[in-house]
């Protein structure tokens, strides 16, 4: 039986790039899609938001002169175009998906409402929500943890380049140690750089638990949901 019934599953941008230097690697993007497939087959509800880091990033950008709320719009739009790159990667796997977004754009997606997308989940369809929150100054990880909370996921399930939480960041630091499980209190205490702050409070407020692992070694998706103890559990 899988460990949870319904997930968020958060993606990053960045991770998109792949070996490349910037925009979506075919090979990533496909090896994500047949991961979901996975774990959508052992009958896992399935909710997705990715960032749109490998294409632009809004405060990146208004640091370099962009208006800061057309910059995160411009964020938003990114993030647009990866849930398209992924729901074409999931109908080739042929996994029923929806996308659904924070601003209108139809027929791009459909407008996003929390009833909405847990009706499209019950139907057996994975759900990828884009742009953001739809409103500037919130991250994509903010986003997520709005969207775990809205759908009454189980889990968010954050899918990064490293296997959990360090103690430090260990692609710097090579004494770095993790931790199996950590509470959110203890985070904001040591100042770990998980999620942006509102992100954090906003899942220990709601008691949204994270799983944080490393979503580019394939197969590891489906560890997760079989509860094999591969990265760092977050909880209140």
């Given at each position: 039986?899988?460990?949870?019934?319904?997930?968020?599953?958060?993606?990053?941008?960045?991770?998109?790039?792949?070996?490349?230097?910037?925009?979506?690697?075919?090979?990533?993007?496909?090896?994500?899609?047949?991961?979901?497939?996975?774990?959508?087959?052992?009958?896992?509800?399935?909710?997705?938001?990715?960032?749109?880091?490998?294409?632009?990033?809004?405060?990146?950008?208004?640091?370099?002169?962009?208006?800061?709320?057309?910059?995160?719009?411009?964020?938003?739009?990114?993030?647009?175009?990866?849930?398209?790159?992924?729901?074409?990667?999931?109908?080739?796997?042929?996994?029923?998906?929806?996308?659904?977004?924070?601003?209108?754009?139809?027929?791009?997606?459909?407008?996003?409402?929390?009833?909405?997308?847990?009706?499209?989940?019950?139907?057996?369809?994975?759900?990828?929500?884009?742009?953001?929150?739809?409103?500037?100054?919130?991250?994509?990880?903010?986003?997520?943890?709005?969207?775990?909370?809205?759908?009454?996921?189980?889990?968010?399930?954050?899918?990064?380049?490293?296997?959990?939480?360090?103690?430090?960041?260990?692609?710097?630091?090579?004494?770095?140690?993790?931790?199996?499980?950590?509470?959110?209190?203890?985070?904001?205490?040591?100042?770990?750089?998980?999620?942006?702050?509102?992100?954090?409070?906003?899942?220990?407020?709601?008691?949204?638990?994270?799983?944080?692992?490393?979503?580019?070694?394939?197969?590891?998706?489906?560890?997760?949901?079989?509860?094999e103890p591969i990265?760092?559990?977050v909880h209140s």
């Amino acid at each position: 039986m899988p460990r949870f019934k319904r997930i968020l599953l958060k993606l990053s941008g960045e991770s998109l790039m792949g070996k490349q230097g910037y925009g979506i690697d075919p090979e990533r993007l496909a090896d994500y899609a047949r991961q979901i497939k996975e774990v959508h087959a052992m009958g896992v509800q399935i909710g997705i938001v990715i960032g749109g880091g490998n294409i632009f990033r809004g405060l990146s950008g208004a640091t370099k002169g962009f208006d800061r709320v057309k910059g995160d719009q411009m964020g938003m739009l990114a993030t647009v175009i990866n849930s398209l790159a992924l729901s074409s990667a999931l109908t080739t796997e042929g996994v029923a998906n929806k996308v659904l977004t924070a601003i209108r754009m139809e027929p791009i997606g459909e407008f996003y409402s929390k009833w909405k997308a847990i009706e499209e989940m019950e139907a057996g369809k994975v759900c990828i929500f884009s742009a953001g929150t739809g409103s500037p100054y919130f991250t994509t990880d903010t986003g997520s943890s709005l969207r775990g909370v809205e759908i009454e996921a189980d889990v968010m399930l954050k899918g990064t380049r490293v296997d959990g939480i360090y103690t430090a960041d260990p692609e710097k630091d090579p004494t770095a140690v993790k931790f199996d499980d950590i509470t959110y209190d203890e985070i904001l205490a040591r100042g770990l750089k998980v999620m942006d702050l509102s992100a954090v409070v906003m899942c220990n407020d709601n008691h949204l638990p994270i799983y944080v692992f490393n979503m580019d070694v394939v197969g590891n998706l489906k560890k997760v949901i079989d509860g094999e103890p591969i990265g760092t559990y977050v909880h209140s």
